[in-house]
T-cell receptor
Framework: DAGVIQSPRHEVTEMGQEVTLRCKPI?????LFWYRQTMMRGLELLIY????????DSGMPEDRFSAKMPNASFSTLKIQPSEPRDSAVYFC?????????????????FGPGTRLTVL | TQLLEQSPQFLSIQEGENLTVYCNSS?????LQWYRQEPGEGPVLLVT?????EVKKLKRLTFQFGDARKDSSLHITAAQPGDTGLYLC??????????????FGTGTKLQVIP
């Protein structure tokens, strides 16, 4: 079975450009998470979706970041305009069970990540 | 404020040695998970512990959840080069809206030298 698929694997762009990261979760999973990982701050949750609906976006650093999940098999994380401090590895993860009230989020399956470098 | 502190931050040992990694918090977690991340890949789940005092073994790895469910440890016996990687603990908390959220620890980078 295919795991979580992310594209591109590497992205190098210049400050001010728009960046779009893509994720295809594991089929049948109904929760999707976007994380950012840096040496300084570790692995940070940016936003998570449940059944395609954004549940918690409190980790999104600022208005330059936006995420969408138009259907159960696709999500995007967009940065516009990008800045050098956005350089990091961005992970998408999916989970097979609902992370809803009174229910325990199940195991998260991570994609291979997108390494973003903003010059 | 980092909810989950891991120690040590870095660890370099010889093959065959034993080691323990710690994950500490002032918060009480409903459950705690340990992940291992290899370079260029995403984290992969190793184990989930749910009950205070619970001990789980996975081959040479022993995981323990503290009695108060605020801390956890990972002990590796006779470390192998294949154990090299970043070890992350992740605690599950219920937020004010009743949703379960996962918070990852600061990570321990382990290098096992052949």
């Amino acid at each position: 079975d295919a795991g979580v698929i992310q594209s591109p694997r590497h992205e190098v762009t210049e400050m001010g450009q728009e960046v779009t990261l893509r994720c295809k979760p594991i089929s049948g999973h109904n929760s999707l998470f976007w994380y950012r990982q840096t040496m300084m701050r570790g692995l940070e949750l940016l936003i998570y979706f449940n059944n395609n609906v954004p549940i918690d976006d409190s980790g999104m650093p600022e208005d330059r970041f936006s995420a969408k999940m138009p259907n159960a098999s696709f999500s995007t994380l967009k940065i516009q305009p990008s800045e050098p401090r956005d350089s990091a590895v961005y992970f998408c993860a999916s989970s097979p069970r609902t992370s809803g009230r009174g229910m325990i989020a199940d195991t998260q399956y991570f994609g291979p990540g997108t390494r973003l470098t903003v010059l | 404020t980092q909810l989950l502190e891991q120690s040590p931050q870095f660890l370099s040992i010889q093959e065959g040695e034993n080691l323990t990694v710690y994950c500490n918090s002032s918060s009480v977690f409903s459950s705690l998970q340990w992940y291992r991340q290899e370079p260029g890949e995403g984290p992969v789940l190793l184990v989930t512990v749910v009950t205070g005092g619970e001990v789980k073994k996975l081959k040479r790895l022993t995981f323990q959840f503290g009695d108060a469910r605020k801390d956890s440890s990972l002990h590796i016996t006779a470390a192998q080069p294949g154990d090299t990687g970043l070890y992350l603990c992740a605690g599950k908390l219920e937020d004010s809206g009743g949703y379960q959220k996962v918070t990852f620890g600061t990570g321990t980078k382990l290098q096992v030298i052949p």
